[in-house]
């Protein structure tokens, strides 16, 4: 079993910034490969972001691309997601996902994994 729980988020007005963080415990294996996803009411759940395991690769939605920036800590296994220039379609509920079976990046996109209980991000105009 692996616990995430994420951090950060809340409201920002167009054009400004917030960071997100997720840790992840659990399982022997100490880093893998974790990710975000967001859900905006009425929506699909989406792939926004996703990084390696040893921060070495990352991946990212194309509309978050320029604007959103995912880092790790592999002291902590930690995860955070910078993020810069928000419009209010960022508005979502944003999930963490991290997958103790994979080192890479991609794999994430798939939605495997262990998911934290999400965190609210609204962007007003």
């Known amino acids: 079993q692996v616990e995430v729980v994420e951090s950060g988020g809340g409201l920002a007005q167009a054009g400004g910034s917030l960071r997100l963080s997720c840790a992840a415990s659990?399982?022997?294996?100490?880093?893998?490969?974790m990710g975000w996803f967001r859900q905006a009411p009425g929506k699909e759940r989406e792939f926004v972001a996703a990084?390696?395991?040893?921060?070495?690769?990352?991946r990212y939605a194309e509309s978050v691309k320029g604007r959103f920036t995912i880092s790790r800590d592999n002291a902590k296994n930690t995860v955070h997601l910078q993020m810069s220039s928000l419009e209010p379609e960022d508005t979502a509920v944003y999930y963490c996902?991290?997958?103790?079976?994979?080192?890479?990046?991609?794999?994430?996109?798939?939605?495997?994994?262990?998911w934290g209980q999400g965190t609210q991000v609204t962007v007003s105009s």
């Open positions: 990084v390696s395991s040893d921060g070495g690769s990352t």
């Open positions: 996902n991290a997958n103790p079976d994979t080192d890479a990046a991609w794999m994430i996109e798939r939605a495997a994994g262990y």
């Open positions: 659990g399982r022997t294996r100490i880093t893998y490969a």
